[in-house]
């Protein structure tokens, strides 16, 4: 008995029995795309990055239940977890890791070498890092997006600058554990205006937050830099808050600073940097080689200015500075 699902034909006069799946009628590759982030889970809800990534996924053809397994594993902000976490995606066969920032894309290469890894994005050098052995031949399994926040730090210097014309004592905060950051400080004091003092301000956990802000109100800070880490993107909201507090004008790289409270941000959008790794997705999924796939870098930045946290610290904002602001929230 022939099975119902066969095509049963002739040719030259001999029976041929043929599957359906031979005629063309093929069934579409499920897709298992890793990701690692070393954020607690709860940020998805309302993370640009994040949605962004998902969205873009969607349009370009893959869903979940379709064609796609997402497997999805967060650190809850402990980076010591990432390790384990990446090789739990190695061990599930994902075709490809989307790992968001620095920590994990060090995770994710050290648990393979063999699936593609796509960065969303580093802001480490990814060079220096070690990621990448440059950026338009990556080398290896690596590649994504970067933002090369070195070349980015005197800008944030200069808007401050600005912004509050007669500044002499300007902070940085900068994560203790990232040692791209004591970079990021080092060029922004080698670039720094005359007359400006920068001071230093080094946190490990949000437990320092307070004595941190403290320390910036002994040497009479005027404004601060707070250096993109996900220790601070995480907790943007009470950053925000300590910054109005002590009276302090801030600025981040990211427009979620912003919006959350902080005075100004300067830098690209998640969204954007989302839709570029996406992007990168697809085209590994489709045979692409990660090492002939140039490391992208966004094109487009944007000056953002919380007005209402402007009011709360009685600030004037200079004209000329207004009709610089891309993007008043």
Known sequence: MIDRRTLVAFAGGTLVLKPFA???????KTYRIGYLDPRSSTITADDPSYTSLRRTLGDLGY?????????ERFAD???DRLPALAS???QRRVDVIIAASAPSIRASLDATKSIPIVMAFSGDD???SGF????????GNVTGVTILFGELAPKWVELMRDLVPGMTRLAVMSNASRPAHAEYFATMLAQRPPGLRLQHVEVRAPDQYEAAFSAMSAERAEGLVILADI???QDAVRLAQLAIQHRLPSINQFREFALKGGLMAYGPEEGELAVLAAHFVDKLLKGGKPDELPVQQPTKFRLTLNVGTAKLLNLVVPPLFQLR?????
């Open 22 to 28: 031979a005629l063309g009628q093929s069934v579409a």
């Open 63 to 71: 869903a979940t239940g379709r064609n796609m397994i997402f497997e």
């Open 77 to 79: 902000r402990q980076i």
């Open 88 to 90: 739990e995606l190695v």
């Open 126 to 128: 990814p060079v220096k």
């Open 132 to 139: 990448v052995k440059s950026l338009a031949h990556p080398g």
């Open 231 to 233: 220790l601070f993107t």
């Open 325 to 329: 602001v891309d993007d008043p929230v």
